[in-house]
Nanobody, 119 residues
Framework: QVQLVESGGGLVQPGGSLRLSCAAS????????MGWFRRAPGKERTFVAG????????HYVDSVRGRFTISRDNAKNTLYLQMNSLKPEDTAVYYC????????????WGQGTQVTVSS
C-alpha cells in the first residue's frame, strides 16, 4: 500500500513563501498523476495543483496560478509545492494525493500538513 507523508507546512506572513514536500513510498503500481489538495477552515477539500508523473505537465486552480509551482522528483518519489506570495485565503490543511495509472482518480492520500497565512 502507498504511504504519503507531507511536510513543510507552518505559519507564514502574507506575501511569504513555503515549500511543501510529499514523500511517497510503498507503491507497487505506476503513478499517473500526483496532486495537491487543500481543505480551508469550514470548507470542503478542493484541488490545488496536479502534475503528470511522466511528462511533467501541470495544472493549477486559478486562484494559485502564478503563485504556486508543483514539481516532482520521480527518482525520489517526492512531490513538491512551492508556494509564493501567500495570502490568508491560502490557509488550509494541504494534502498530497496519487492517481495510479488506469484509475482516473486520486486513490491515495496523505494526512496533510497545516499551512497558516497570517500576520
Amino acid at each position: 500500500q502507498v504511504q504519503l507523508v507531507e511536510s513543510g507546512g507552518g505559519l507564514v506572513q502574507p506575501g511569504g513563501s513555503l515549500r511543501l514536500s510529499c514523500a511517497a513510498s510503498g507503491r507497487t503500481f505506476s503513478t499517473s498523476y500526483m496532486g495537491w489538495f487543500r481543505r480551508a477552515p469550514g470548507k470542503e477539500r478542493t484541488f490545488v495543483a496536479g502534475i503528470n508523473w511522466n511528462d511533467g505537465s501541470t495544472h493549477y486552480v486559478d486562484s494559485v496560478r502564478g503563485r504556486f509551482t508543483i514539481s516532482r522528483d520521480n527518482a525520489k518519489n517526492t512531490l513538491y509545492l512551492q508556494m509564493n506570495s501567500l495570502k490568508p485565503e491560502d490557509t488550509a490543511v494541504y494534502y498530497c494525493a496519487v492517481s495510479p495509472v488506469g484509475t482516473g482518480r486520486y486513490d491515495y492520500w496523505g494526512q496533510g500538513t497545516q499551512v497558516t497565512v497570517s500576520s
